[in-house]
C-alpha cells in the first residue's frame, strides 16, 4: 500500500525531469543539440570513447535528425548532421590531428572519392589548431551550409558539399572506421 502511494505521488514528478545526459569519462554528453541554423533539434544517437594504444583521446558523440543503428543510413542521408568531439588527452598537435583525418579517409574512400574532395579536405585541415583537454570540437552538416567547424563554439569556416561530410563521418562510420567499439557506440548499438 505504501510503495502503491509513493508512486502516485512521486511518479508525475520523476516523469517530468528532464533526460540525463550520458557520461562519459567524467564528460557530459548531451541529449540533444541545436543545430547551427537553430531551427533543428539532432538527437544524440550515440557517444564513446576513442582510444589510441590504451591512451583515452576523446569522446566521439554523433547527433541526428532522428536515431538509427544503420551506418548505410547515416551515410547515405543528406540532412543535418553533427558528430562533436570531446577533447579528453592533454594535447593533439594539429599535425596529428589531421593526420586523424587523412588516416581515417584513406582507409574508407576509394582513390576516386579522395581526390574529389582533396581541395576541400585542404581547406578542412586549415580550420583547425592544436586541441586541448577541455576543448569541443563540432563538426556540423546543415544542407544549406555544409560542414561548419567550430571549437569551442567559436566558429572556424565551412567546406561546402554533403559528401565532403558523408566522407569525414566515414572515418567513423565505415567499413573501416578508426576503431569498431566506437563506430558501435556511435551508432548506439549496446555491447
Known amino acids: ?45 550515440g557517444a564513446g570513447l576513442r582510444e589510441k594504444f590504451y591512451i583515452d583521446v576523446y569522446i566521439g558523440a554523433l547527433y541526428l535528425s532522428a536515431k538509427t543503428t544503420d551506418a548505410r543510413a547515416i551515410l547515405s542521408d543528406e540532412g543535418p548532421a553533427s558528430v562533436l568531439m570531446h577533447i579528453i588527452y592533454s594535447e593533439i598537435s594539429k599535425q596529428k590531428l589531421t593526420d586523424g583525418w587523412i588516416d581515417g579517409l584513406d582507409a574508407n574512400l576509394s582513390k576516386d572519392e579522395r581526390q574529389a574532395i582533396q581541395p576541400r579536405l585542404d581547406a578542412f585541415n586549415k580550420l583547425f589548431t592544436a586541441a586541448h583537454k577541455g576543448d569541443v570540437l563540432s563538426i556540423e552538416y546543415t544542407p544549406d551550409r555544409g560542414t561548419e567547424v567550430r571549437i569551442n563554439g567559436e566558429w572556424r569556416g565551412a567546406i561546402e558539399g554533403n559528401d565532403f561530410f ?22 548506439g548499438i549496446t555491447r
Open 1 to 45: 500500500m505504501y510503495r502503491h502511494v509513493l508512486t502516485l505521488v512521486l511518479g508525475p514528478l520523476i516523469y517530468s525531469l528532464p533526460a540525463a545526459a550520458l557520461e562519459i569519462e567524467g564528460i557530459d554528453v548531451a541529449e540533444t543539440i541545436s543545430s547551427a541554423d537553430s531551427k533543428t533539434t539532432l538527437l544524440l544517437n
Open 166 to 187: 558523408r566522407a569525414l563521418l566515414k572515418i567513423w562510420l565505415g567499413s573501416n572506421p578508426v576503431s569498431k567499439s566506437l563506430k558501435q557506440d556511435m551508432l
